[in-house]
């Protein structure tokens, strides 16, 4: 069991670059497979990217190339770093943890990424 707590988010220029994190609280972190989701006001909540426990990273193809998810089992953290951001990237951003088959399903409270100039 696991509880998400997203940072990172804020105000960022078109072109420009952020990274958020998602720090997590309890046992067996490294156990889990973990992802972002993000949902833009009015719109469904989609997949953002996603990191298995080995370390394999897939991703939605609008941010293929431009944002890198990755993962420090030690730290018990999760991050999404976002390079050459766009408006249509803007969006509440949320952590995700799951196993696989479904035995668990943790989501954090997310955190607001603006792209504007």
């Known amino acids: 069991q696991v509880q998400l707590v997203e940072s990172g988010g804020g105000l960022v220029q078109p072109g420009g670059s952020l990274r958020l994190s998602c720090a997590a609280s309890g046992s067996f972190f490294s156990i889990y497979h973990m992802a972002w989701y993000r949902q833009a006001p009015g719109k469904q909540r989609e997949l953002v990217a996603s990191?298995?426990?080995?370390?394999?990273?897939n991703y939605a193809d609008a941010v293929k190339g431009r944002f890198t998810i990755s993962r420090d089992n030690a730290k018990n953290t999760v991050f999404l770093q976002m390079n050459s951001l766009k408006p249509e990237d803007t969006a509440v951003y949320y952590c995700n943890a799951y196993t696989v088959p479904v035995g668990a399903d943790y989501w954090g409270q997310g955190t607001q990424v603006t792209v504007s100039s």
């Open positions: 990191i298995t426990t080995g370390s394999i990273s």
